[in-house]
């Protein structure tokens, strides 16, 4: 990844600083973009010794922040190869419970920012290409709920389930370009959001009842597949989903 351009979305917590993390010892120069203001400077600090890292302060599901990210990276960088779709949250309530201000809300993150970025970003790219540029990549993180339901999550996973079909139409709508979009889908992954689900032992022990490897995923585990669609290597793939869920079965 010498010398190539990262924006990763959502990269102060979680997975998404594992990706930066990921990036930035590979070589990449990462700008982090977070709502999160104070942990994104901090993560900003922490990584700083392992290559060039920024931040921006930016909600991905506001049309103006991400015009703004996109600026701002070019402004930085010169440049932007990859983009991860990253930013996340979500809402625990039944079925009959569940407000429209938070259904609204989390398909806005979850999938409108996802659109917004993707293609505020791809615009960048096909320019370049049409410049004579190198095709550049994008990756969304989908999840597993993209394909097994949860009854209490409904707007989480209805999002996740937009986030792989999404990925298949801008997959389509780019290859013309050679830009590729992947979406990777994990399981559960030991971050801040899955540690405000599984509060308890009796979540934990359902988690690991029905994850073969009997283990909760590390970030840096879906940071290696992002680096791999990211990377040369899977140059004739695009528009998949790639599954890291520790086994579990749809
Ligand atoms: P996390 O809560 O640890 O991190 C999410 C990050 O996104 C935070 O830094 C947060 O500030 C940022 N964010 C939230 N709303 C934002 C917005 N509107 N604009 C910009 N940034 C915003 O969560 P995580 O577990 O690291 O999740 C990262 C991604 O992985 C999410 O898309 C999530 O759905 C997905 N995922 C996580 C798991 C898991 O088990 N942890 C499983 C499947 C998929």
Redesign the pocket.
């Known amino acids: 990844m010498d010398g190539k351009n990262a924006i990763v979305?959502?990269?102060?917590?979680?997975?998404?600083?594992a990706i930066a993390k990921r990036f930035l010892s590979d070589g990449a120069r990462v700008l982090i973009?977070?709502?999160?203001e104070k942990?994104?400077e901090a993560a900003c600090d922490e990584l700083s010794d392992l290559g060039e890292v920024r931040f921006i302060a930016?909600?991905?599901?506001?049309r103006l922040?991400v015009r703004n990210l996109v600026a701002n990276a070019l402004d930085a960088f010169g440049d932007i190869d990859i983009l991860v779709n990253?930013?996340?949250?979500?809402h625990k309530a039944d079925f009959l419970e569940l407000k429209e201000s938070d259904f609204d809300r989390v398909l806005?993150?979850?999938l409108k920012?996802v659109f917004l970025c993707g293609q505020s970003v791809a615009r960048h790219m096909v320019e370049k290409v049409e410049n004579g540029g190198d095709p550049g990549c994008i990756i969304n993180?989908?999840?597993?709920?993209a394909v097994v339901a949860l009854n209490d999550q409904i707007p989480?996973t209805v999002s996740?389930g937009g986030v792989a079909q999404l990925t298949r139409v801008m997959a389509l709508a780019l290859a013309p370009y050679g830009i590729r979009v992947n979406a990777v889908?994990?399981?559960?992954?030991?971050?801040?959001?899955?540690k405000?689900v599984v509060n308890d032992r009796d979540a934990r022990g359902k988690i690991l009842s029905r994850t073969p490897l009997g283990r909760?995923?590390d970030?840096a585990e879906?940071a290696g597949i992002v680096a791999f669609l990211a990377s040369r290597d899977a140059s004739y793939m695009t528009g998949q989903t790639v599954y890291a869920d520790g086994g579990r079965l749809p």
């Open positions: 979305t959502g990269g102060a917590h979680g997975i998404g600083y973009a977070d709502i999160d942990a994104g930016a909600n991905v599901a506001e922040d990253n930013a996340g949250i979500s806005g993150v979850n920012g993180i989908s999840s597993i709920n989480y996740k889908g994990p399981g559960s992954i030991m971050t801040d959001m899955l405000s909760i995923g970030p879906i």
